[in-house]
């Protein structure tokens, strides 16, 4: 329960400050892809976003993250 409201307030604050957590978190996983670690990156953006595996799938299957 307080990591959830802990990962708000960060959120929250990144929103305030402009910055896209989201392309920070693409931006990890491409880098760790790029260097084969393939599980590591899905584990990052997932970690990242909070997002399922559908959306990975999508993600990993596109040209700009390979």
């Excluded at 929103?15 to 790029?34: C, M, W």
């Excluded at 976003?49 to 959306?55: F, V």
Aim: aromatic share 6%.
């Amino acid at each position: 329960m307080a990591i959830k409201r802990i990962d708000g307030r960060i959120n929250a604050l990144l929103k305030q400050s402009g910055i896209d957590s989201s392309a920070l978190a693409f931006e990890e996983a491409t880098r760790l892809a790029k260097e084969g670690k393939n599980i590591e990156a899905i584990k990052a953006y997932r970690e990242f976003t909070g997002c399922g595996r559908a959306s990975i799938c999508v993600i990993a299957s596109s040209s700009s993250f390979s």
